[in-house]
T-cell receptor, first 116, second 112 residues
């Protein structure tokens, strides 16, 4: 059973460019969350997707957008890249029980984005 | 801003010793979770403790939760060099739909 996978592993972009990161959730999971982790910091919540809709969003500008596909995989898009967007981007999947209780999240290995 | 705050920021111990990390948070929570991260890679879930629980064990890990003080602790007993990693607490607040709020983490170094 494959866990959470992310692609690419590393990415180097130039300021002003756009980037798309991809995530495939663990089998059986229907919810995908994205986190940004700057060097030496804890991950910060970007947004969460469930049933192909953004259900929650953290304190990130509209340059950050996402999508969830019918197979539950997800993309994170960042437009007009800034130097400060350099970070490890983590995808996490979970199963949203009908009771909406919280469950452990399974994280992917992350995508290291460097903006020059 | 991040809700969870870990203490200490860094911890250095010898193999065989116990390691204790503390976490404080600000709002009412549904549950609190601890994660481990090796060398800036993906996070590994260690343990989840719900707001109505006070203590939980998993192998060499022991987690306590004090909701009156809004704090939690993670104890790793008989540490091994392989336990060297960063440890994060993350809270899910009531109504948070499984959104994790992380602290800045504790960097643990276990020396052989």
């Amino acid at each position: 059973d494959a866990g959470v996978t992310q692609s690419p592993t590393h990415l180097i972009k130039t300021r002003g460019q756009q980037v798309t990161l991809r995530c495939s959730p663990k089998s059986g999971h229907d919810t995908v969350s994205w986190y940004q982790q700057a060097l030496g910091q804890g991950p910060q919540f970007i947004f969460q997707y469930y049933e192909e809709e953004e259900r929650q969003r953290g304190n990130f500008p509209d340059r950050f957008s996402g999508h969830q596909f019918p197979n539950y995989s997800s993309e994170l898009n960042v437009n007009a890249l800034l130097l400060g967007d350099s970070a490890l981007y983590l995808c996490a999947s979970s199963f949203l029980a009908p009771s909406r209780g919280s469950h452990e999240q399974y994280f992917g290995p992350g995508t290291r984005l460097t903006v020059t | 801003s991040q809700q969870g705050e870990e203490d200490p920021q860094a911890l250095s111990i010898q193999e065989g010793e116990n390691a204790t990390m503390n976490c404080s948070y600000k709002t009412s929570i549904n549950n609190l979770q601890w994660y481990r991260q090796n060398s800036g890679r993906g996070l590994v879930h260690l343990i989840l403790i719900r707001s109505n629980e006070r203590e939980k064990h998993s192998g060499r890990l022991r987690v306590t939760l004090d909701t009156s003080k809004k704090s939690s602790s993670l104890l790793i007993t008989a540490s091994r060099a392989a336990d060297t990693a960063s440890y994060f607490c993350a809270t899910v607040w009531r109504g948070g739909y499984n959104k994790l709020i992380f602290g800045a983490g504790t960097r643990l170094a276990v020396h052989p």
